[in-house]
């Protein structure tokens, strides 16, 4: 049977890590000095409230500074950017995180690249999306990144393995075939068109899915002995009961996989502990403390040759 990855475990130690910074920093600086992070939900689609909601309150929890914006759905594009302009030159705000997806009227490229780069604590500003590219320092997207480090942890390291990654979106799928080619992966990226996924599945010892189809991966693609991150979240009817369930088949996977992530429990927590600890970095940068991979987890940050 396969290890079951902890992601809730993990991300609560990420978590008392930044809560621990975060209370230095008020020893250093004064009581008034905390991180601070602005979130702006557009709209009323009830995932992202809950989404927002709970990035608040872990917020909130780590001792940091949270400020959440609520906006119609009507709001015109300029009007959310001149909110931004405001949030970045807020000093009391290091961080800004949009929550995606924005009505279709709203061009989200253009919110994305309106936030400051060293406040864009969801590593999608363009700036960040290159500096990830060319192997420089960047703030790293939260769900990319908090599955680069429970891989990191299972294995030590990732070099040589062979890595597939299905879903290439700007979010999740791009930047964590990234990371992973940062972390000396030979690296598959499939996709809607990609053909015979199976015959890619059986080649990977990592597999991390993001898709949004429940059941997508049955354990019988996978070869013997890969660790799976499932990123996919996908809300299905089961028994009378919503639940949440994610991309990959779990009960056959776990009779294949060495180790493997569950949903709920496995990436979602860790998205939100990477947001706090992204966020922690911003404070720091912007403040030229150092670091937290200086002091406690070492991250990506350069690809080699
Ligand atoms: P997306 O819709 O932007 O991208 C989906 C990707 O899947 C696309 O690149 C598409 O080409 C690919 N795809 C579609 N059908 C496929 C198939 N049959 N075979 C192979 N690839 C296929 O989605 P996203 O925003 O990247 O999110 C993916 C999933 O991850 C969703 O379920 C989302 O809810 C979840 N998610 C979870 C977290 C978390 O914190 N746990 C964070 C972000 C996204």
Same mark, same amino acid.
Request: overall charge neutral; proline content about 8%; glycine content about 16%.
């Given at each position: 049977m396969a290890a079951i990855i902890d992601g809730k475990e993990f991300a609560q130690r990420i978590h008392d890590f930044v809560r621990a910074q975060v209370w230095q920093i008020q020893q250093d600086a004064g009581q008034g000095s905390v991180p601070g992070l602005a979130t702006i939900l557009v709209g009323e689609d009830p995932a992202s409230e809950v989404y927002v909601r709970n990035k608040g309150r872990k917020t909130r929890e780590a001792g940091m500074a949270s400020f959440q914006h609520r906006l119609p759905a009507t709001i015109g594009e300029d009007e959310l950017l001149s909110l931004i302009t405001e949030l970045n030159h807020d000093a009391n705000i290091h961080g800004i995180l949009v929550q995606l997806p924005l009505p279709a009227h709203i061009n989200s490229d253009n919110v994305i690249n309106a936030i400051a780069p060293e406040k864009d604590v969801d590593g999608f500003h363009t700036r960040n999306v290159g500096l990830l590219g060319s192997g420089q320092k960047a703030m790293l997207p939260c769900t990319p990144l908090g599955c680069t480090l429970m891989l990191r942890e299972h294995f030590g390291t990732l070099k040589g393995k062979n890595a597939l990654v299905i879903g290439r979106s700007n979010i999740v799928g791009k930047p964590m075939a990234q990371l992973l080619l940062a972390d000396d992966c030979t690296v598959t990226i499939a996709h809607r068109y990609t053909e015979n996924l199976i015959d890619h599945c059986r080649q990977a010892d990592i597999v991390?899915?993001?898709?949004?189809?429940?059941?997508?991966?049955?354990?019988?693609?996978?070869?013997?002995?890969?660790?799976?991150? *499932?990123?996919?979240?996908?809300?299905? +009817?089961?028994?009378?009961? $919503?639940?949440?369930? =994610?991309?990959? *088949?779990?009960?056959?996977?776990?009779? +294949?996989?060495?180790?493997? $992530?569950?949903?709920? =429990?496995?990436v979602g927590p860790m998205t939100i502990a990477c947001l706090l600890y992204n966020t922690l970095t911003a404070y720091c940068r912007i403040h030229q403390r150092p670091e937290p991979e200086e002091t406690g987890f070492t991250l990506a940050q350069g690809i080699g040759q």
């Open positions: 991390v899915v993001a898709v949004g189809k429940p059941g997508l991966i049955p354990g019988h693609w996978l070869k013997p002995g890969a660790v799976v991150i *499932d990123v996919g979240i996908n809300r299905i +009817i089961q028994d009378g009961k $919503t639940i949440l369930v =994610g991309d990959v *088949d779990f009960a056959s996977a776990t009779t +294949i996989a060495s180790a493997i $992530t569950p949903v709920p =429990g496995g």
